[in-house]
């Protein structure tokens, strides 16, 4: 049917002498476990593709505040690729300022709760405004062992909400001064 693949591995027979005697060939089909391999390799760039084409942050963080996953967001928000970022620890790539907002959060998401807020924050000269979710991992015995973080930026979202609240008022003031 198709191609099969084979793991060849040759082992010298050698006495206490040190004299060769032969070779044990040991043959094995790995085409299956080789076709596991392409398989996981393509679905883990399918996931990296979908990844970081979404228009947030998603990060894996470890218990102790480690980045082991990010998306190419990082690049956009930090200045730092996503290989940059691994190994890190959250407070060494924010400013001092927003960790000091950010850390009861994970504090509250290492004891194992869900955690979403909102943060203000100045970056590159610009005010932004973050949703952050923080979301626990734990493991078999109840313990977390890491959490998932997703940042979006609803800077515009945050500016066409008080803009919209804004017409809103003006409207009510007009409707409520017009004579009856």
């Not at 963080?61 to 990082?74: G, H, K, P, Q, T």
């Not at 996503?82 to 504090?107: C, F, L, N, W």
């Not at 909102?118 to 590159?124: E, F, H, K, M």
């Amino acid at each position: 049917e198709g191609t099969q693949y084979y793991q060849v591995d040759h082992v010298p027979d050698i006495d206490k002498t040190g004299k060769v005697h032969g070779v044990v060939t040991i043959s094995q089909d790995v085409t299956a476990l080789r076709s596991a391999k392409q398989a996981l390799t393509a679905s883990e760039r399918r996931m990296r593709m979908i990844a970081d084409n979404l228009p947030a942050l998603i990060a894996y963080l470890s218990a102790d505040e480690r980045y082991l996953f990010v998306n190419a967001r990082s690049e956009q928000m930090f200045g730092l690729a996503p290989e940059q970022m691994v190994g890190r620890k959250v407070a060494d790539v924010m400013s001092p300022e927003t960790y000091a907002q950010t850390a009861p959060h994970i504090e509250s998401a290492r004891q194992g709760n869900r955690v979403r807020f909102q943060r203000d924050l100045v970056r590159n000269g610009r005010r932004l405004s973050e949703l952050v979710e923080l979301i626990p991992d734990v493991d078999k015995r109840g313990n977390v062992v890491g959490f998932y973080g997703l940042v979006q930026d609803i800077t515009d979202l945050r500016a066409a909400r008080a803009k919209a609240e804004e017409s809103e008022q003006r409207l009510r003031s007009i409707t409520d001064n017009i004579p009856s």
